[in-house]
């Protein structure tokens, strides 16, 4: 159980194009996704927490605008990004959570979305 | 906000040898303690955590221990095999939100 899947696992893009990323529960409902970055040889860092059906949250020094996030149902999360450039080249990992209450709920990981931007 | 920081970055053993990789902790409000597994192009996988109200945890090779007061917590893999061999981060949480560890790749050498 609890696994999470991402579409697509790769995507090559060209500079100023738009690229949808999602994100699915396959097995559980969603009540939190979790969006990550990942560079080369780094550590995870989180861009955005998203609820359903209510707008993302993002971390300090990440473009809303530039990364757009839906989080239409409970088992779908979609990571946008816009007009890409070749500095948004990264390791997309999305996460899901369901909120079982108490102080923390484990958080099931994506298998990732290397995109590349030309 | 909480930072974690993670060592070795690198840490390289013989097949059957020990691991042990630290990581220390800012938020003494976190009170949760993951530990991922990352191989190379896959999303990381969650191999052993620890909560707040446990000093030690073990999982068949692998344990965790958690040291709240220095604010402290180790990943510790005995007998190790090759298929070990990937990048570990560690993470901490006070309240759903995990913040991670720089990483340590670990190599297994047969």
């Known amino acids: 159980g609890a696994v999470v899947s991402q579409h697509p696992s790769r995507v090559i893009c060209k500079s100023g194009t738009s690229v949808k990323i999602e994100c699915r529960s396959l097995?559980?409902?969603?009540?939190?996704m979790f969006w990550y970055r990942q560079f080369p040889k780094k550590s995870l860092m989180l861009m955005a927490t998203?609820?359903?059906?209510?707008?993302?949250?993002?971390e300090q020094g990440v473009e809303k605008d530039k990364f757009l996030i839906n989080h239409a149902s409970l088992t779908l999360s979609t990571l946008t990004v816009t007009s890409a450039h070749p500095e948004d080249s990264s390791f997309y990992i999305c996460s899901a959570t369901q909120n079982r209450g108490g102080a923390y709920n484990e958080q099931f990981f994506g298998p990732g979305t290397r995109l590349t931007v030309l | 906000g909480e930072n974690v920081e993670q060592h070795p970055s690198t840490l390289s053993v013989q097949e059957g040898d020990s691991a042990v990789i630290k990581c220390t902790y800012s938020?003494?409000?976190?009170?949760?303690f993951p530990w991922y597994k990352q191989e190379l192009g896959k999303g990381p996988q969650l191999i052993i955590d620890i909560r707040s109200n446990v000093g030690e945890k073990k999982d068949q090779r692998i344990a965790v221990t958690l040291n709240k007061t220095a604010k402290h917590f180790s990943l510790h893999i005995t007998e190790t095999q090759p298929e070990d061999s990937a990048v570990y981060f560690c993470?901490?949480?006070?309240?759903?939100?995990?913040?991670f560890g720089t990483g340590t790749r670990l190599l297994v050498s047969p």
């Open positions: 938020d003494s409000a976190s009170n949760y």
């Open positions: 993470a901490s949480t006070g309240f759903q939100k995990l913040v």
């Open positions: 998203s609820n359903e059906g209510s707008k993302a949250t993002y």
């Open positions: 097995d559980f409902q969603a009540t939190t």
